[in-house]
């Protein structure tokens, strides 16, 4: 937009310029153009003696005609007469305007002679107030008025201490109104362009506290004064009444300008550290341009005018080879200073020129400065903007190095992933952290026979229900210290120390499931003693002056009899603790003959992959808010089944099932397909956010993934970018190496990974860290007491934290209130999803919830 802006100004200027330009003519009729730069001659009165009753009486021998209608004379201390005749041939009475087209002239006398003799004078100048003037407008003007047929003489004096450029026009009156108002409008876009350019970097100099934006905001100021000062807009819109106020500013103007240029130079182009004669050259000129802002105050007009015109040739040249010595230092910032350097001196040059009557006044010589400065403000904003952009990247890679290095980043990190696979009411370490000890201690001890306990408080449910939450996170927390407790002194039991000596030996598996790793011959040599245990656990407990009666179940699977690896285990061990109530000292082992889930699931495979190929199964959609804006940007699908036989099949009864099977990609397939096909139909009344669509460690590690996925997105014209492909730590982990490139696979595709259930699992955040995800699903357990519980809040503000300093957005799940959400809110999360914004609804329902909001 920048160079577009610049391009309009040039363009407005050249327009303005050319469209209006016309042959020298004295004389104005039906077919003239709208102003003519008129034959006029002139008489050099060196002495200043001439009056004008004197000039009237002069011989024609006496004036001279110009060579060029834009004449300059340089500096020049004569008294100047100009001498022109108009002649109106229109069949009408006409208005014009008698130009000299230069603001600077510090006397000027306008004189019309008319046929019958009578005589006006007009008296202005840059040296005496601004009004009365016949037009406000900083250029030298005089209205005439002229009959059909009528002709007019004009002369004018003019004195001036400076330069005498004398463009000489006359105008139609509205014509040039209409010229004035395009000039205008160029000069203030150039005004307007360089305040913003001012402001911008006094912005960032407020911000970063860098002196090198605020030389630079000056140093642009410096040429907004000297223009608008050189151009009498000064005098003509604030000062009126005060020209020597005008002429002071714009002698001030020059030394401001050259002191701040320096100034920014020598800490942009750095000189002090690989030019120190180039740097020397620069100080020298600096403190004197402090000599001359003093001397524009004191001396004359003249003798500052003189010395600001030697200090800037001298500037040119210092300025001019400074940025190629930069350059050939091999630093960055000298080829942007020469590049914004050179337009600039070439329009001081032809400038300084035209000032001294070397060069003809036209559009380029009038306007030479102006446009190499702009061009010069532009170079140098996207000069400084490349140096802004270097420096924070440069400080930015610096500061992940160091935290990199740093030893306590590490363990932070530890402590945080120790807190993220534990249980926020219990402290506990979850199922996740469970297998992975298990399975270390299998694969470190495979000739050794181990048993894996779990005991589940069936009552929780009936509690909640009575109590209520806070009751039951006291019961549980209760049960949980004392398991923990009691359970790691005895003998047999494997513990995993955590920290200061202290150990985990009881492990959380669900909200009311309870895991323990012992040791089986020591287990058997002390049974009686795990008997006694388990009663002691069955005795009612005292609440809120109730006794309450838990009734745990125990399950037990010996290993390897039972299983070769802790999922497996533990699986067998939940299905013993179910027939645990009918055991006469209440603790159940796994018999592989009473074990009614196999066959039954087997055929629960079967009619799932028959109602998949019948299209049976349908998908429920749970939308994501985003936080920033409380806009919809997402929905997740979930699949639901109805069996013709059971009725509802709940996805944590038969998804497991389906991954053990093998049936699991079939039925990722299905939903991929299905839910592509809805977010197509939802397109259609208006929805543009995402789809998220759970897959398993199966699905991310089958060869045939990437593909179908492919034929999918092409079949139903789906962006890639609008797909979340969702699945859990544990996943991720199942087999690190080929995760990994599994993953890239499918975002080189453009889909988008997010983590979820995070925080229920184990994972390893160097591990976590080189995963492709957009974003993290923080897990429901983390957030269900988030409001009432100050640790729960620390570990999700320390995950969201986390989270968002490895690049991921952040998605809350299980969100069932106002309170949580303002919390989360608070907390900093991206997005959240749960019952207070919208239950899991068919493709009709979510279409209609989407249509209302």
């Known amino acids: 937009m920048s160079i577009l802006n610049w391009l309009i100004a040039v363009f407005i200027l050249l327009f ?17 153009l709208s102003y003519a730069s008129v034959k006029f001659e ?10 004008f009753e004197s000039i009237v009486k002069l011989s024609d021998e006496y004036w001279i005609k110009p060579d060029k209608p834009n004449t300059s004379f340089g500096l020049s201390d004569s008294q100047l007469w100009l001498r022109l005749n108009i002649h109106n041939l229109k069949a009408k009475t006409e208005t014009f305007v008698f130009e000299i087209a230069y603001p600077l002239l510090d006397d000027v006398t306008f004189y019309s002679v008319k046929q019958d003799g009578t005589v006006r004078i007009l008296d202005i100048g840059d040296s005496k107030p601004f009004y009365p003037r016949d037009i406000d407008h900083p250029n030298m003007l005089m209205r005439f008025q002229l009959q059909a047929d009528e002709s007019v003489e004009l002369f004018a004096k003019l004195k001036t201490k400076g330069s005498m450029i004398l463009p000489v026009r006359v105008w139609q009156e509205h014509e040039f109104f209409e010229f004035a108002a395009k000039e205008e409008k160029f000069h203030f876009f150039y005004y307007g362009s360089l305040s913003i350019i001012i402001l911008i970097n006094l912005a960032i100099f407020f911000t970063l506290h860098e002196k090198l934006y605020l030389y630079y905001s000056l140093a642009t100021t410096g040429y907004l004064l000297f223009f608008i000062t050189a151009r009498s807009y000064g005098q003509q819109l604030l000062f009126a009444d005060s020209p020597a106020l005008n002429s002071q500013l714009f002698l001030s103007s020059m030394p401001i300008l050259a002191l701040f240029s320096l100034l920014f130079a020598r800490e942009f182009l750095q000189t002090k550290q690989h030019s120190r004669v180039m740097d020397t050259a620069i100080r020298g000129m600096i403190y004197f341009e402090y000599f001359n802002m003093v001397a524009a105050v004191v001396l004359d007009y003249n003798t500052a005018v003189r010395i600001s015109a030697i200090s800037a040739i001298v500037l040119f040249i210092i300025l001019f080879f400074a940025g190629p010595i930069t350059w050939l230092a091999k630093r960055r910032a000298g080829i942007f200073f020469t590049i914004a350097w050179v337009p600039l001196t070439i329009g001081f040059v032809v400038t300084s020129g035209r000032s001294l009557g070397i060069f003809q006044n036209n559009f380029f010589t009038e306007y030479a400065m102006q446009i190499g400065s702009g061009l010069e403000a532009f170079i140098l904003t996207l000069a400084l903007a490349d140096r802004l952009y270097r420096e924070r990247e440069e400080k930015t890679l610096a500061q992940i190095s160091n935290i990199q290095k740093e030893q306590q980043r590490l363990e932070i990190q530890n402590q945080l992933s120790e807190a ?18 298990v399975n270390n201690i299998l694969n470190e001890q ?14 929780f449910n009936e509690i909640t229900r009575t109590l209520g939450l806070s009751s039951v ?36 598996l669900t909200g009311d499931t309870f895991g323990v790793l012992i040791k089986q011959s020591t287990f058997e040599e002390n049974i009686e003693q795990y008997y006694t245990f388990v009663k002691k656990l ?3 407990i005292e609440i809120d002056s109730l006794s309450i009666d838990l009734e745990p179940l125990v399950g037990c699977a010996i290993y390897p009899e039972h299983g070769l690896d802790a999922a497996q285990l533990i699986r067998n061990a939940l299905v013993a603790m179910e027939s645990s109530h009918h055991a006469t000292d209440q603790i159940g082992y796994y018999d592989n003959a009473l074990d009614i889930y196999n066959e039954s699931r087997l055929t629960l495979m079967s009619d799932l992959r028959e109602a998949l190929k019948n299209d049976e199964p349908e998908l429920h959609y749970q939308p994501k808010l985003n936080l920033e804006d409380d806009t919809i940007v997402g929905l997740e699908a979930l699949i639901r089944w109805h069996h013709p036989k059971q009725g509802f ?27 592509a096909r809805d977010l197509q139909s939802l397109r259609s009344i208006g929805y543009n956010g995402n789809m998220s669509i759970n897959i398993s460690a199966k699905d991310l590690l089958s060869e045939q993934l990437k593909e179908q996925i492919e ?64 974003g993290i699903k923080l897990d429901r357990s983390l957030i269900m007491d988030i409001t009432h519980n100050e640790s729960s809040r620390i570990i999700v503000k320390a995950s969201v934290d986390m989270a968002h300093g490895l690049g991921y957005k952040v998605v809350a799940e299980g969100v069932e209130n106002m309170e949580t959400y303002q919390l989360m809110k608070t907390l900093g999360c991206d997005e959240l999803q749960g019952f207070w914004l919208c239950k899991p609804m068919p493709l009709p329902d979510i279409s209609d919830w989407l249509s209302s909001r």
């Open 42 to 51: 002139y008489f050099e009165d060196i002495n200043r003696e001439y009056s």
């Open 446 to 459: 495979k000739n050794e026979r181990f048993v894996i306990c779990v005991a589940r408080v069936t009552r």
């Open 16 to 32: 303005t310029s050319y469209s209006s330009a016309s042959l020298p003519i004295n004389s104005f009729n039906e077919t003239s």
């Open 420 to 437: 993220i696979m534990r249980d926020p009411t219990t402290n506990l370490a979850n199922r996740n952290r469970f297998e992975w000890f």
């Open 649 to 675: 099949v709940s996805p944590a009864y038969f998804v497991p099932l389906a991954e053990q099977t093998g049936v699991i990609k079939e039925l990722t397939f299905w939903a991929i397909g299905r839910a």
């Open 538 to 540: 069955s005795l009612p």
């Open 711 to 774: 034929v999918i997105l092409d079949k139903y014209q789906v962006v890639p970018s609008k797909i979340f492909l969702e699945l859990t730590e544990t996943a991720a982990m199942d087999d690190p190496e080929a995760g990994l490139i599994a993953l890239n696979q499918l975002t080189s595709l453009g889909l988008n990974i997010s983590i979820d259930d995070f925080g229920a699992g184990y994972s390893s955040l160097s591990y976590l860290k080189q995963l492709p995800a957009a």
């Open 473 to 508: 996170e006291r019961i549980l927390k209760a049960i949980a210290d004392y398991m923990n407790n009691a359970i790691r002194r005895m003998p047999g039991v494997i513990t995993t120390q955590i920290s200061q000596g202290s150990h985990d030996a009881t492990f959380q």
